[in-house]
């Protein structure tokens, strides 16, 4: 089998960000010797159908333009081999890529860790919830955060970050305590009543929002963050804390590792990587060092 590069591009990631990153990338690895396999994805059935494609070729690697939702797509066919994968961060948050060092504002050099980059083992979450399990790589998030999100993709209007605000405000004037259970590594459940639950396997989700501050994707350990009970002010007042990542010290907030969180609540809604993944209960568990991604250098990562 030939040796060569597969490059799977979402042209809708990051609105339309990924189709036009593509020409570059694709020009950039050929313009250094490799032979390019090229497969575009319409929709995540196809990206997953293509990239089981890819990966009966036997690439040497395979290069992602996408964003978090386009690699977590693919991850239970990424996570069933051995083929290293490198990220061009092309979605609206690219946290993953924030957590990893990754360039995020230069597509050609992202796709330069296809032929340059140094491999780095990092872990995948996991789901469980009614009966399936569904892999992330980020944060799952539970509560008031994930209910901004199911709110922001259901309204139609206003364009933008605009319709984000206003899902904001509509969940703030809806905010009330929510009865959550949480049981950690198989302890006894124990009532939790709060405002959100986030299960890290990185920092930050919502591009940049550190949440899970200091959560280390390679430690084999899932970071639990539980914020108590707040009124709509404390909560508009912990909002700038956590934007700095200043947030765990709070009274208000727990913060410990763990290998497994069990939470449920009434009306639970969970979402990781920027989708929906299912409501009530989960759990959410670890799967260590089981996805390969080419990173800079300690020396390239310090330039960035």
Known sequence: ??????????????????????????????????????????????????????????????????G???????LDALC????????????TGNDLARALGLPRHD????????????PRAIDVGEIRTAGRVVTFLTIAALGFDAKVSDRTNRLRWPPGV????????????????MAFTVSVDGAEAVASPGTLVAVGNTASYGGGMPVCAGAAADD????LVQVAPLSRRRLLRLFPLLLRGT?????????RRARSVTVSAPDLVVYADGERIGEDECTIGIR??????????????DRA
């Open 1 to 66: 089998m030939v040796d060569h590069v597969a490059v799977l591009s979402n042209p809708f990631a990051g609105k339309g960000r990924g189709g036009r990153e593509t020409d570059a990338v694709v020009a950039h690895l050929r313009g250094s010797g490799a032979e390019v396999r090229v497969f575009a994805g319409d929709s995540a059935a196809s990206s997953l159908a293509l990239t089981t494609r890819a990966l009966e070729e036997h690439p040497r690697v395979l290069v992602v333009i996408g």
């Open 68 to 74: 978090d939702g386009t690699l977590s797509g693919i």
């Open 80 to 91: 069933a081999v051995s083929v290293p994968v490198a990220l061009v961060p092309a979605g």
């Open 107 to 118: 597509p050609v050099a992202a796709a330069d860790l296809a032929l340059s980059g140094v």
């Open 162 to 177: 605009l319709r984000y605000y206003l899902a904001l405000a509509i969940e703030l004037v809806r905010l009330r305590l």
């Open 220 to 223: 084999g350990l899932l970071d």
């Open 247 to 255: 947030h765990l010290s709070r009274r208000e907030v727990v913060h």
């Open 288 to 301: 260590a060092a089981a996805l390969t991604v080419l990173v800079p250098t300690a020396k390239e990562a």
